[in-house]
Every structure is written in C-alpha cells, then in structure tokens.
C-alpha cells in the first residue's frame, strides 16, 4: 500500500510538478527482532558471529571484566556443543586437546568424509580454551586480535582498562539439519576459572542486539555481528577453602600469629602425622621467610623459650600457595603505619598483582603506600586497592636456596603503608583497629587469623571487645 496518493502531474521548462496527499490509512511495518537487553555481572562474555556460511562460521568471543578487585590468571574457559559441532581453527587462542578422533568416529566423520581431521583444532564435546602467550599477538597466522594473547591475564578495570578483556576468534563446523547461513546456535554450559583467583557462576547464553565492532582496516565505519549473545558470570560464595592466606604480626609483640592450620585445606594423607585441628604455633618472625617443612625446629625452639605448651602432634601446615604478613610497624600519637609483605611459595609466577584490603576502621586515615601504588576503590566500601610500581609489579615463584641444604626461596615483595590519625579519632592500634577486615589477593578472599597481637604479648580474639578480653584473657591465649 503506497504512503500517499500523488496526482495533478505537470511539466513546465524541463521540471516536473507533482501534489501529493498522505495516506491516512498507512501503516508503518518494522522488520525488526527485539533481543534481551544485555546484563551486568563480574564478567561478561559475549558471543558474537562474525561470519556465516552454509556449513560453517566465524565467531568471536570476548571476555570482560567488570568487577572492580576481580581478575584472571591464566585464565582456562569451557562450554558444552549442542548439536555436534567442532573447532576447526582458532585465532587469539587454543584448545587443549584436539581428541580427532571424536570426528572421525562420530557424525561428523560420517558426514564430512574427505575432511582431513588431523588439522581441527577441536573435536571435543567440551573443550577446554586458553589464551596465547604475549609472544604470539603479532603473529599473523594464529594472533592479530584485539585484546588476546596476555597469558591468560583479564586484569580489573580500575587498574588498567585495556587490559580488562581478552578475546579470540574460532571457526565452527556444523552438522545436519543445520546446514545454512542462518542457522545458529551458541555453546551451552559456559565455565571459566583462574589460578588463584575467584570462583565465577556463568548462566546460560542470552540473544542480545547484535555486537558493534569498529572496523579493522581503520575507517570510522561500524561494522556488527550477525548475531550475538551474552553470557553473565558473577564471583560465586567460595564452598571450600581459599588459596591464600594471612598473618598478623606487631613490633609491640614478639610473636608473630601465623596462618590458620589447614587454611587451604589439608592433603587427606600427611606424614609425618600433623593435627589439622590444633591452632596454628605461635613463631618467631624469622619464621616466616621459610618454606613452613621448615618451620618446625623453629616454632618448637620459640615455644620452649616462650613456655608456650608443645602440642603432640604438631598442627599441620596451612598449605597456601600465597601468604601475606601484615605487620603494624608504628603507632604514635599523629599516626601509624603497617607493612605489607607478599610471599609466592607455589610454582606459578604472577605477572601485575595487586591486593585489595578492607579496612573498617582505619580506612578514612590512609595517607600513602611507598614501594606500591595505592588507589582507594570507588564503590567498595573501606576498600584500598595496592599493586607494584613498575619493577616491582612481578611477583617471583619460589625458587631454590643457594645449596642444595638450605630451603626454598619465596618470591617476595613489600612496602609499608602509612595512615594519620586525623579522620579515624579514638582508633586503637593496640586493640587491633590497625588490621584489615578482609583482605584479596588477585581477586581472591584469603584466609584471616582469628586473633590480633596484643600490647601484653599475648594475643586477643578478633571476634571479641577488648575488655572482655582482657578480663578473660586466659581463655584466649594460645598456648
């Protein structure tokens, strides 16, 4: 039906006239799809074919970090096909296991016959994906995408954008009866995880408005997808134990408070035999700079000169890949100071680190940390976010001592935190206001003492006001 009638046609000196009247009975016909509005989550992945062909397409996948002390480190995704496809090649990526023979002995063997399989990247169910080393994103043949080849590495947004994403590309063969350009269906099951670093729920895949790329040759021209959907994944409650661990130390007292016994969790066979109930010994601060196989002489030689009670068997280890000493350094009556100390005493080398720590009560007063750079995060409440300057954002594996005698190195960095006393009045270093409340490293919660040092040597729970401590000190104490 036209949108208006056009009558009285007339021709003078080479132009044409025409009257036309809008049709009050046109209807404007929208051959639009309306889509789910994307989400906001921890991270996003979006899913967005790039090109389609009747038995195959192009898709790229991208991952993006949304959380402000979020992160990924070396980063692994799965997802689970549908309806038998494979992997034919990737860009920005690649998967564990190529497994041709689930091809050549399954439908797709069967239906495509003269494909050569020993060159598909994947022919799994459920493949397992990981980002390229930095020494691939130039290479042309496997790399040149935006965002990929870092290691594995999706840093948070607020320690540097760019560096918040990864992407890849892969080409997907399809099978019967889905056999032209439009017919399109996204991997289902998504998970992702890191080294190290929280755990992420993903929910399934959401059609969403086509994605919008800028073009790749350098235009202002917007190119999109042919189609696109969302996949949310939030940090998820941690079910069982952390990764990491803390422990609290103090120059008014000798002691230090290690790590929980079994932080990590314990091993379920141990020799020699150790209790993974027994608290955790009291050690002397040395202690701290070794492997803890190599605690026990000191922790025993420091309770017996303590008169600390040696429990038989001794606690166990608390098995953490990285601790964190947090140590009050000073108080006075304008301020007070902490330092931190990073140990890395697992095999895996972290690359632009940071550690976020909340603080209730002595967050207000933070004035600077020296060797690391401290940014306060927006939207987290008494939250400080710190990471290395430039050299010393690198935290090292633990390596070997200088013989074969002496015991393991970790990789190690520190810095000391200052703090005034202006904005936090009445604030008790003493009683344990100078120690965070949780603390993160790379994104993951780690594992608190339950006790602060205290002024008198001895040690208070953290669950408890300080005068009722001190009236029942004796309940408190560890032996």
Not at 351 to 356: D, I, K, Q, S, T
Not at 367 to 377: A, E, I, L, W
Request: some cysteine.
């Amino acid at each position: 039906m036209p949108q208006a009638f056009c009558y009285n046609v007339a021709f003078a000196e080479g132009f044409m006239e025409v009257c036309c009247k809008k049709d009050p009975k046109f209807v404007t016909v929208v051959n639009a799809t309306k889509f789910l509005p994307r989400q906001e989550g921890d991270l996003t992945i979006s899913y967005d074919v790039t090109q389609a062909f009747e038995s195959n397409y192009w898709a790229q996948v991208t991952i993006s970090n949304e959380n402000p002390i979020g992160r990924l480190d070396y980063w692994k995704l799965s997802w689970e096909w549908q309806r038998g496809e494979f992997i034919q090649a990737m860009k920005g990526a690649e998967t564990l296991e190529q497994s041709q023979s689930d091809c050549i002995d399954g439908a797709a063997g069967a239906f495509y016959q003269s494909m050569d399989f020993s060159t598909v990247m994947s022919c799994e169910k459920v493949p397992t994906i990981v980002d390229l080393s930095q020494y691939q994103a130039n290479n042309t043949a496997v790399g040149k995408i935006q965002y990929c080849c870092r290691n594995g590495t999706i840093l948070p947004p607020i320690i540097d954008p760019s560096k918040s994403k990864s992407a890849f590309q892969l080409q997907v063969y399809k099978l019967p009866p889905d056999l032209n350009r439009t017919t399109l269906f996204p991997p289902l099951n998504w998970k992702i995880n890191g080294i190290l670093n929280p755990d992420y729920q993903c929910g399934q895949p959401r059609r969403v408005d086509p994605t919008e790329f800028p073009d790749p040759s350098g235009t202002q021209r917007t190119l999109s997808a042919i189609a696109s959907w969302q996949i949310v994944c939030n940090i998820s409650t941690k079910i069982g134990k952390p990764r990491c661990c803390v422990s609290f130390s103090a120059y008014f007292n000798e002691s230090v408070i290690p790590c929980q016994t079994c932080a990590c969790g314990c091993p379920s066979s141990i020799k020699p035999a150790c209790s993974p109930k027994e608290p955790a010994m009291l050690l002397p601060s040395s202690a701290l700079l070794v492997p803890f196989q190599n605690r026990t002489a000191k922790a025993i030689a420091w309770a017996r000169m303590q008169h600390f009670p040696i429990p038989q068997p001794l606690p166990c280890g608390d098995y953490c890949g990285v601790s964190v000493n947090w140590h009050v350094y000073s108080d006075y009556s304008k301020g007070w100071s902490a330092r931190l100390t990073l140990f890395n005493w697992g095999a895996t080398e972290f690359a632009n680190w940071f550690v976020a720590v909340e603080m209730d009560k002595a967050f207000a007063g933070y004035q600077d940390v020296y060797s690391f750079n401290g940014t306060k995060v927006p939207g987290l409440k008494n939250t400080l976010l710190m990471q290395g300057n430039e050299g010393l954002n690198y935290l090292n594996a633990e390596t070997n001592g200088s013989t074969p005698y002496d015991p393991r190195i970790p990789g190690k960095q520190q810095s000391v935190i200052s703090f005034t006393k202006k904005l936090t009045p009445g604030i008790d270093i003493v009683a344990g206001d100078g120690y965070p409340t949780k603390l993160f490293f790379n994104g993951e919660e780690c594992s608190l003492p339950d006790f602060f040092p205290s002024g008198a040597g001895h040690v208070v729970s953290r669950n408890f006001p300080l005068l009722l401590v001190a009236s029942m000190f004796f309940f408190l104490v560890i032996l």
